[in-house]
């Protein structure tokens, strides 16, 4: 048996078609710079490997959430620009600024702490100032932007900063025509505008996220930051399918059949018995549980490939296994059980799991726990998992 059958579950993490995904996004991108954005472990992908994989495919950017997470692929040798964008008061701002990081700056509290840091580190802080233009999350207010721009610009002609970018985010691109996307690019061409006429020359000037790279070429300006479309994953069922832009699924999660048992009718099924068999069945055990971020929203609702054929998830899911009634197959214990994937044998997608738990594709695979091994896939590499899995 090799090392990838023998394993209770897996993540499978094809490569190739990250890569591939990588080339779509950045052909329609109006020429623009890619930012592969890798925050939350590469949405459950794994950062290093879907880092490295992602320049290699023509991103120029990375981007992740927290700096913890940029310093732990500076530590891990990946190279290229990157950004991170979610501060809090005394957060590593000099560990960063030494590392070539790129950092936020929404407010005066960040841009007094990041230019001390780079006092203290002998080098200019390189800084993107975040404009909130309609999102309401992080970002400065259009009322306080003068301040922060004005301050900004006073630590740059000092030396403790460069503004290399502004920025903002999107509140609905992932809903087509929502009237709020004119709104925040017109705000946002404003709060530029100010900016640069206050003697700002950033780099880049960046507002597009995976909906609005798909959907919307007017917001692309200088940089786009893909996240969940670079997983081969649509932002929204509402823009279409992951298919329908040319983009392909990267994690496939399977688990191996615990055991494969005859039980009478009337037998209840899992915690509290919400699933009592009607006739005499078989039933596969799948040791996959909420443990492993198998979402407990679908208990009797998630869809599973067992024995080549579509199954649901009988009764409650459990901590760690949940049961598939296989309506008197018998699949050999030890062979597959597949939650999603690309769709290649029939297996159910990543949007169905959404859909059955009443989230997002997002929550999904990002959900995923460390307690299940990614194992990586590319054209170069031979199957099995990867180093510390």
């Known amino acids: 048996m090799n090392e990838t059958a023998s394993l209770r579950a897996r993540a499978e993490i094809d490569l190739a078609a990250l890569r591939a995904n990588v080339r779509v996004l950045r052909a329609r991108a109006s020429g623009a710079q890619l930012m592969a954005v890798v925050k939350s472990d590469a949405y459950g992908h794994g950062a290093e490997r879907c880092a490295r994989a992602a320049l290699e495919a023509g991103a120029t950017w990375l981007g992740t959430a927290t700096p913890h997470e940029a ?28 590392a070539g990081i790129d950092v936020s700056v929404s407010g005066m509290w960040a841009l007094d702490e990041v230019t001390a840091a780079a006092a203290e580190a002998g080098r200019p802080a390189r800084v993107h100032l975040k404009a909130d233009t309609g999102l309401g999350r992080n970002g ?7 301040e922060l721009v004005a301050a900004a610009r006073a630590a740059e002609q000092a030396g403790t900063v460069r503004i ?19 709104a925040q690019l017109d705000t946002f061409r404003d709060m530029v505008a100010y900016a640069e006429k206050a003697g700002a020359e950033p780099e880049v000037r960046h507002i597009a996220n995976s909906p609005a790279t798909l959907t919307v070429p007017e917001s692309h300006f200088d940089l786009v930051r893909t996240g969940i479309a670079m997983y081969g994953i649509s932002p929204s069922p509402e823009l279409g399918t992951a298919a329908d832009f040319g983009l392909r699924p ?13 039980v009478p009718a009337g037998h209840g099924i899992s915690y509290g018995h919400h699933y009592t068999t009607s006739a005499e069945t078989t039933l596969g055990l799948v040791p996959l549980g909420y443990a492993d971020g198998i979402p407990r929203h679908a208990s009797g609702r998630g869809p599973v490939l067992a024995g080549g054929v579509r199954r649901t998830v009988a009764g409650r899911v459990a901590m760690d296994q949940f049961v598939v009634d296989l309506h008197g197959d018998e699949p050999a214990v030890g062979s597959d059980a597949v939650l999603f994937g690309p769709g290649d044998r029939g297996e159910p997608s990543v949007e169905d799991w959404a ?18 091994p990614r194992v990586y896939r590319d054209d170069e590499t031979p199957p099995g998992p990867s180093a510390g899995s």
Do not use: N
């Open 71 to 98: 310093l732990a692929l500076r530590a891990a040798g990946v190279g290229g620009r990157l950004l991170c964008w979610l501060w809090t008061p005394g957060g590593p701002w000099r560990e960063a600024i030494e």
């Open 140 to 146: 400065c207010q259009p009322a306080d932007w003068a």
């Open 164 to 182: 290399i970018g502004l920025w903002s985010h999107f509140a609905c691109a992932d809903e087509p025509g929502h009237p709020s996307i004119a």
């Open 250 to 262: 990267v994690m496939t999660l399977a688990a191996s059949l615990a055991l494969v048992k005859r």
């Open 355 to 372: 859909q059955a738990a009443g989230t997002i594709a997002y929550e999904i695979v990002t959900r995923i726990s460390a307690r299940v």
